[in-house]
């Protein structure tokens, strides 16, 4: 008995004692999904997801909150008002449309911040890997290089135009650097844009297949964004520079006018003739409200719809949310061109006649956006409808890079009949006659042909009528040509507010 | 050996040496150990008549000798030899002479301990030491002293002596003033011989109440002992072990079964409200099967405070405790101070609470069965407006905002709707029943249980149900002297259905009920409508009621506020969760040497849940629709397995007395899940929904996730010392290592330490009737936190930035926060000080102190999103601090018949978040529409603190509003209007701005409270249950304010109408320009001080002599009304409000309901 007791008590302590023997390992665990970034980019196929995450952002309509671009963009001008349910339905929006924005206005300025500053960063983290990877062809490594150099300008090239100043970052920042940013000087974010296009033109595609690569960056995409880019830096004595860039891409065989306006906003064409750049959409991911925010739809579709709607065309199951109202100056200046149909309805008058019901929302016209308006046709069928609206954002087209280079040739003193035969063609397309090339009327061709497609307010801005056309908004000169820099961007940062907003 | 039946006040000290020790075995072990004489009582005495031969057992020795020298002897029957001896009694003069003789060849010493007592031992000084402690004891040395007189009028009085469980076996019963007595036998039977018919009988045993009971003139005394509840000599649980809670030097609460038996106790957190004090419980909502927040000395952290739960030694993660039954429970320990804690080490910052089921115990098989029925209700509903009311306002705000009239002719309208009454049950259902069976042998034991719990909702109850249905069986088994294991296992199966939202702003039946205009009817009727094709009711997929009828949708209320009765119909019976859990562990004991146990238990967690729900097609509103059908299936499980290793070895020395523990612990966490969506199935319910529909792989959409594993690898170890249990030390370590932590800290450190004394056994303090115990305690320790999340200190890669190209949707990949290797826990040290008193016999005290410090906090480090960051890195960055004060008080007497249980306690909180690293406050809750945030949590206020506006009353008139000017004569509000408010201009800028708001109240109560009284008269008992909290504010924001139209309370018909009118209610105006409503402030909060009488019960247990016909036990009837009363000033329905960040803010709270029951306990 004694023995055995013995036998067994050593043959226990010897278990005990051995539970503390596999220590290490048993608290190392494996990440699930996640990869240790020590261990990726180290095949094409990784190098093509990384390159993948750096377009994501572009494609980002709700960020911190629902703050598509292009819904931002149209409220902040003259084109629309903020609208929504009420007053106080999403108050960044509302205190834009008011000109009421202050650095710690939640959502609209830190969601545009976020979304362009997370492009560049990933960016940067790719072409900081892409020399390393395995197996990557050289062909390969010059486009991708390419495409990310694009996607590095397009990104700073919205930062500068909606916060003028902003810190310069071209790679990845350590720890130390977090905190000692400052910001450069526009002249020189604009540099570097050029300089990024530059280098990225000769080593992207004239086109791409549509089908497989729809949406990637090509050749004209850079050559138009530069031209652009030159534009707005606003130096009479480079518009002759800026056209000849857009001219490249003018008189490009790629690119053409549709001879039907409205086909342009069909989301069953997208990547058009006229298309140059445009920002996917697509409603194959199925998004539900669980993905919250990472929503590969357009939710600016879903938020520019009437409120409450029931009637034919228009997607009735999950209604709008009645932002960004008409205005009436829009519906004025539209009013009896070709273009009316296809840009605003009026959502109003056919529910008077009986044909509709809908919930008027705050600031509510009547009017509604047409080119991005949620119809029943091209609602989603798997996930949430409000979520998946694959309605593309046509970044850069034909029509506005014709205006452009017919607006430099003007401002530079170059070819004067090419700006007419451009201006000429924009209107043709849609049967309007020829009027002078001025550049009043380029400007205000812009407004009618690009009418809440995300131009107008930079526009006004750029070409300084935002004081008189913003006036009754609230606009004041000085001050709001540019957003405030985000309240947290200034904590414990080396960052300074723009002027007015302190 | 022959066994002997003993007399009985000899062996009331062997059970109180034994309940010293080890008060689970008394009872069964008493007879086993001791034999010994007594002179008395000859009718009880098996005289010995072996003296036909000089040679005798020394037994029978001793038994002549205690008449000759009229003394009594006590020893432990095994320390006698069986050795026969010749010996002359008659020829000592003294009993020291005789036992000197008698003894000396063996190695026996002796001891006199009363005037006419002896006790005979082996050289074990211990159980010196313990016989001395005896010698204190009240009442029994008086017993013991007392002559014994004689009468002639003798009477043999029988009975049965029982508890609330069963038959007592071992109960002493002495005859009052005499040193006779006799103990029950194991169906708690006894039976003795009085000499008159005057007699007082005391029945006494360890851990019961004494009880005196005169006969008068009876020849049956039966009586239930009441267990003494809390006293000094309870066993505690402790971290792997227990402790006599004399010497327990940790703030340590327990709650034992016996507080619990027939309440109506539902989850383990009912167990602790109102019982502990230290705890604070709110409830997370009333609904069915809703957990409760459980907070241990406040708020711990910022990222979470849910405490570390130990269910038999098994660790679990929070969450999903309500598979235990409470009925199953046979104490809740919750350790409070961090010495107490460490043990546990870097899980336990946030408080553990031990679980412990019940065992059975060996004698006599017992079954019972508990069971009620019961009806609920809600205790209060809001008062809302009316149709008529709600006109005349919304046509005043309409008008105020430069609108038409919206109603023409308001009066018409009468009562309208009222939805609360639409979607509240009055006579919701509720029941119980629980089988339980145990017993055993001395090699074996068992308890085994059944139970069933059904209850509905008070709110919508067709979508508002909870059943469940537990087992449990534990045992345990000695294989032989050395060598023992056992087994605990808990199966749970659990089905319900919520209503979905509650507690917010978006929908569902309690907010759309709020929220609803009362001027739509339930459904319609109005032919016009119905028969117009126009009509959405005729083109859109609406809900109809049985008869047809179409749920009517408000033309003035819509987004997610909805006919809550079509809402409800989309609802019933198209979804239900279900949940399998087991929780079970296994052990193996051995002893090789005396004192020395090693012991390893594996345990485990097994959970396996899930969820079925159909989306039928439906029109709720223009805004609320479904055109495609939905089944949707989910099953997740999650795995826990725990290997607990342990070596415990406990020494006396003279009075020294010396325990040490270590031990090892691995732990494992993991699980997944997987569900899928399956759309546009030919069926239009859940009933008829299956996956074996074939569909198109387009419909079908699957989904799923792995947890990143949590391992944890500890060692640990312990030292108590105590000397003669008058001071007392103990000090434990333990090293953690977690998954979680960083590679430049994988392992951390947790070291307690604590001291006790016990100043009433000190020899130079007199022996007091008012003071009966007094222990003074410190502790300190350094408990940690490792809910932290996973992989915070390494760089990863995520998938999931996706883009498309062209018409492929391609999946991208981006690194994710930036890392920081020298995360680690979070650490919380705390310093308690404890007084614990018994006083006047039977008023028990235990007050404490402690102040706790969170340090290391894990914060998102707020990086300026220029850094482009997928995510924030974390850091250890915020401190916090909770103080507190906690008093808990017992008292029991019996006064003639009736016997009186009070116990009570109060707790006080102070908690206070003292840094955010750099960040200067967080931002908390939000309710759709405000303006700002509701709550921030910022250094220097406590967590989660309401911030908002000062409203300095309200402009009276157009002259007030320009009056309205700062120092350098702005107009602070140039458009406000008479009726708005006057928001102070706390930055004196002259403008009202964000930065005009501040800290203006505490969602979190300062103080909490609880009483239990229990008075009991022969069969009849009452129970009060009593508890409350206060010292918080609730912001109370049930109005939606996005949407204008929505209804009101009727305090809304108290507002500004005009010079005079009122101050504190502004004016109605649509768009609310002056954001009267949208600007959080005080105007939402109130106070969320309350006191509710949670339980009253009445019972009535049946004499047992009616029973003993039936073969029955016990047998107990009672009513019991459970949240009968709310004291408060709170106006909404209910102000515990719990349920983490949105703690005290009411959106639509579900109220607990107010329940009546019937319920009846038998014991077989």
């Not at chain 1, 072409?127 to 062809?137: D, F, S």
């Not at chain 1, 997208?270 to 939710?299: C, L, M, R, Y």
């Not at chain 1, 409120?307 to 109202?325: D, L, M, Q």
């Not at chain 2, 009621?545 to 909805?562: C, D, H, R």
Request: hydrophobic residues 35%.
């Amino acid at each position: 008995m004694k023995k055995t007791t013995f036998l067994y008590c050593s043959l226990f302590a010897g278990l005990l004692l051995g539970a503390g023997a596999c220590k290490k390992s048993f608290l190392t665990v494996s990440p699930e999904g996640t990869t240790l970034e020590d261990n990726y980019y180290q095949t094409p196929a990784e190098a093509f997801a990384g390159l993948v995450a750096a377009y994501n952002p572009l494609s980002w309509t709700v960020v911190s909150s629902y703050a598509p671009k292009m819904v931002l963009l149209s409220l902040a001008s003259d084109e629309c008002y903020a609208g929504g349910g009420s007053s106080s339905d999403n108050p960044g929006m509302q205190a834009w449309n008011t000109y009421t924005l202050q650095a710690a206005t939640p959502n609209v300025p830190p969601d545009l911040w976020n979304r362009n500053f997370t492009g560049i960063a990933r960016v940067n983290t790719m072409l900081a890997k892409i020399g390393e990877v395995p197996g990557l062809t050289s062909d390969l490594k010059s486009r991708y290089t390419a495409e990310m150099q694009f996607l590095r300008a397009y990104y700073y090239f919205d930062l500068v135009r909606e916060f003028g100043n902003v810190p310069l970052i071209t790679k990845e920042l350590s720890q130390a650097e977090w905190f000692t940013q400052v910001q450069a000087k526009p002249a020189d974010i604009y540099a570097q844009i050029e300089k990024d296009l530059n280098a990225a033109i000769p080593n992207l595609p004239a086109t791409v297949n549509i089908a497989t690569e729809g949406g990637r960056v090509t050749k004209g995409a850079a050559q138009a964004l530069l031209g652009k880019a030159i534009i707005y830096e606003n130096n009479n004595s480079r518009m002759q520079e800026a056209a000849s860039d857009l001219e490249q891409v003018n008189t490009s065989p790629v690119y053409s006018l549709l001879p039907n306006y409205a086909d342009i906003f069909d989301p069953g064409n997208k990547f058009n003739a006229e298309s140059i750049f445009e920002i996917v959409h697509t409603n194959q991911a199925g998004k539900t409200w669980g993905n919250w925010p990472n929503f590969d739809g357009n939710v600016g579709v879903q938020m520019v719809g009437p409120r409450g709607y029931n009637g034919p065309t228009f997607e009735s199951s999950a209604a709008g949310y009645g932002f960004c109202p008409v205005t009436l100056d829009l519906v004025n200046a539209l009013k009896g061109d070709p273009r009316y149909a296809a840009t605003i309805v009026n959502i109003d008058s056919l529910a008077k006649a009986g044909a509709c019901k809908y919930t008027p929302g705050y600031e509510n016209t009547g009017y509604f956006i047409r080119k991005f308006a949620p119809l029943a046709a091209f609602q989603s069928t798997v996930g949430n409808i409000e979520l998946n609206w694959r309605n593309d954002e046509i970044e850069i087209r034909l029509a506005d890079t014709y205006l452009l280079e017919a607006e430099a040739l003007v401002r530079g003193g170059g070819n004067q009949t090419r700006a007419q035969q451009l201006l000429d063609a924009v209107r043709a397309r849609v049967g309007l006659a020829s009027v002078p090339a001025t550049l009043d009327n380029i400007y205000n061709e812009r407004r009618l042909e690009l009418a809440t497609e995300g131009h107008r307010w930079f526009d006004l801005v750029r070409t300084g009528q935002a004081a008189t056309v913003l006036a009754s908004k609230g606009f004041q000169t000085n001050k709001n040509e540019v957003l405030p820099i985000p309240l947290q961007e200034l904590n414990n940062t080396k960052l300074v507010q723009n002027p007015g907003y302190n | 050996m022959r066994k002997r039946t003993l007399t009985g006040r000899l062996l009331l000290f062997a059970l109180l040496f034994l309940g010293n020790s080890t008060l689970m075995s008394a009872r069964s072990q008493t007879n086993a150990w001791f034999t010994s004489y007594s002179q008395a009582s000859a009718s009880l005495m098996h005289s010995y008549q072996d003296q036909d031969g000089q040679a005798r057992t020394i037994s029978s020795v001793l038994a002549e000798a205690r008449k000759t020298f009229d003394v009594d002897f006590i020893y432990e029957s095994k320390v006698i030899p069986a050795a026969k001896v010749i010996i002359d009694v008659d020829k000592y003069k003294s009993v020291e002479d005789f036992l000197d003789e008698l003894l000396k060849p063996y190695n026996l010493k002796y001891k006199k301990v009363l005037s006419k007592a002896y006790v005979i031992y082996s050289s074990n000084p211990e159980l010196k030491r313990l016989i001395a402690s005896l010698i204190k004891e009240d009442g029994l040395s008086a017993a013991m002293q007392a002559n014994t007189t004689n009468d002639s009028r003798k009477t043999v009085i029988t009975g049965r002596i029982s508890d609330d469980k069963g038959p007592l076996e071992g109960v002493s019963v002495v005859i009052k003033g005499t040193s006779k007595g006799t103990l029950t036998d194991k169906d708690g039977r006894f039976k003795i011989e009085v000499e008159n018919g005057n007699a007082v009988l005391v029945f006494s045993l360890i851990g019961y109440q004494t009880m005196e009971e005169p006969i008068g003139g009876r020849s049956e005394v039966s009586l239930v002992l009441t267990s003494k509840s809390q006293g000094l000599n309870d066993v505690v649980v402790v971290g792997y072990g227990t402790q006599k809670k004399s010497v327990v030097t940790g703030a340590i609460t327990s709650v034992k079964a016996s507080e619990l038996e027939d309440q109506p106790v539902n989850r383990l957190e009912d167990v602790l409200q109102g019982r502990t004090s230290g705890v604070t419980i709110a409830a997370n909502s009333g609904q069915p099967g809703s957990s409760e927040q459980v907070r241990v000395r406040g708020t711990t952290s910022i990222n979470g405070s849910d405490p570390l739960y130990v269910v038999d030694g098994v660790p679990l993660d929070g969450g999903g405790l309500d598979y235990l039954n409470p009925a199953d429970i046979e104490s809740v320990e919750v350790l409070k101070d961090a010495a107490s804690q460490a043990i546990y080490g870097a899980r336990a910052a946030a408080g553990v609470i031990l679980v412990t089921t019940k065992k059975g115990k060996a004698g006599s098989m017992r079954v019972a069965y508990d069971g009620y029925a019961g009806t609920q209700a809600p205790a209060r509903k809001l008062h809302l407006l009316n149709a008529q009311q709600y006109a005349t306002l919304r046509n005043e705000s309409s008008l105020a905002g430069n609108k038409g009239v919206v109603f023409a002719n308001p009066a018409s309208l009468g009562q309208g709707t009222d939805w609360q009454g639409q979607i509240f049950d009055n006579h919701a259902s509720e029941n119980s029943s629980q089988l339980s069976f145990s017993g055993g042998t001395e090699k074996s034991t068992f308890y085994s249980s059944l139970g069933y719990f059904d209850q509905n909702g008070i709110v919508a109850d067709p979508i508002s149900w909870y059943k469940r249905v537990t087992a449990r069986f534990n045992g345990s088994h000695k294989i032989n002297s050395w060598l023992n294991f056992g087994e605990n296992i808990g199966y749970s199966y659990i089905r319900n259905q919520g209503l979905g939202n509650t507690n917010s702003e978006f929908g569902g039946p309690l907010s759309s009920a709020i929220n609803l205009d009362p001027t739509t009817p339930v459904v319609i009727t109005d032919q016009n409508i119905l028969n117009d094709p126009n009509s959405i009711y005729n083109s859109e997929p609406v809900v109809r009621n049985a008869a047809g009828l179409p749920y009517a949708i408000s033309n003035y209320v819509g987004q997610e506020e909805t006919n809550p009765l079509a809402y409800i119909a989309t609802k019933k019976g198209n979804n239900y969760n279900w949940s399998h859990n087991i929780v079970a562990n296994g052990y193996l004991g051995i002893m090789p040497i005396r004192g020395l146990e090693l012991k390893t238990s594996i345990g485990t967690k097994m959970a396996f849940w899930g969820s079925n729900s159909f989306t039928p097609i439906y029109y709720l509103n223009g805004s609320t629709s479904n055109t495609i059908t939905n089944f949707y299936r989910d099953a997740e499980n999650l795995f826990i397995w725990d290997w607990e290793n342990t070596a415990s070895y406990n020494r006396h020395f003279g009075l020294h007395n010396v325990t040490f523990l270590v031990g090892t612990s691995a732990w494992d966490n993991t699980g997944g899940g997987l569900n899928g969506n399956f759309q546009y199935m030919p069926v239009s319910n859940l009933g008829q929904a299956t996956p074996n529909y074939s569909l198109p792989n387009a419909d079908k959409v699957a989904n799923g996730y792995d947890n990143v594993a949590h391992t944890v690898s500890s060692e640990f170890g312990r030292i108590n010392y105590n000397y003669d249990d008058r001071y007392m030390l103990e000090g434990q370590l333990r090293r953690d290592g977690s998954s979680r932590f960083g590679s430049n800290n994988k392992y951390g450190y947790f070291p307690g330490g604590s001291i006790g004394w016990n100043v009433m056994r000190e020899h130079f303090m007199p022996q007091s009737n008012v003071l009966n115990a007094l222990k003074l305690r410190a502790s300190y320790g350094v408990t940690g936190s490792d809910n932290i999340g996973d992989f915070l200190f390494e760089s990863t890669v995520s998938g999931g930035r996706n883009y498309t190209f062209g018409n492929g949707y391609q999946i991208g990949y981006s690194p994710n926060a930036p890392p920081n290797p020298n995360l680690k826990w979070e650490q919380t040290s705390q310093l308690d000080v404890g007084v614990e008193a018994a006083i006047l016999d039977n008023i028990y005290i235990t007050f404490d102190a402690y102040n706790k410090k969170t340090t290391g906090m894990l914060l998102a480090e707020q990086l300026p999103l220029y850094v482009g960051a997928s995510g924030q890195p974390t850091g250890n960055i915020a401190d916090m601090s909770n103080k507190g004060l906690e008093l808990e008080l017992r008292y029991t007497k019996k006064v003639g018949e009736v016997q009186l249980d009070f116990a009570g306690n109060g707790s006080l909180l102070r908690n206070r978040v003292t840094s955010l690293g750099v960040t200067p406050y967080r931002t908390g809750a939000t309710l759709q529409s405000a303006a700002y945030e509701l709550a921030r949590t910022a250094p220097g206020q406590p967590i989660g603190a309401f911030y908002g506006f000062k409203a300095l009353g309200i402009f009276q008139t157009q002259a007030d509003v320009a009056n309205y000017v700062n120092k350098a004569g702005k107009m602070i509000q140039p458009n406000a209007k008479p009726g708005d408010f006057r928001w102070a201009d706390l930055n004196g800028d002259g403008a009202i701005s964000a930065s005009d708001r501040e800290f203006i109240g505490d969602p979190t109560p300062h103080y909490t409270y609880g009483f239990t009284a229990k008075a009991s008269w022969r069969g009849l008992d009452v129970l009060v249950f009593g508890q409350g909290a206060g010292g918080n504010m609730i912001y109370q924001g049930l109005r939606r304010l996005d949407i204008q139209t929505a209804n009101y309370s009727t305090k809304a018909l108290g507002r500004w109408t005009g010079p005079g009118s009122t101050n504190t209610y502004p004016r109605l105006v649509d768009g609310d320009p002056n954001d009267n409503f949208t600007n959080p402030s005080a105007f939402y909060l109130e106070p969320g001080a309350y006191f509710r009488i949670k339980t009253l019960q009445i019972g009535y247990t049946l004499p047992k002599a009616l029973l003993r016909q039936w073969t029955l036990q016990k047998v107990r009837v009672y009513l019991t009304g459970y949240n009968l009363v709310t004291f408060t000033h709170y106006t909404g329905y209910d102000p515990e409000i719990g349920g983490g960040k949105n703690t005290s803010i009411d959106m639509g709270f579900y109220p607990q309901a107010r329940t009546l029951q019937a319920g009846l306990s038998v014991g077989f």
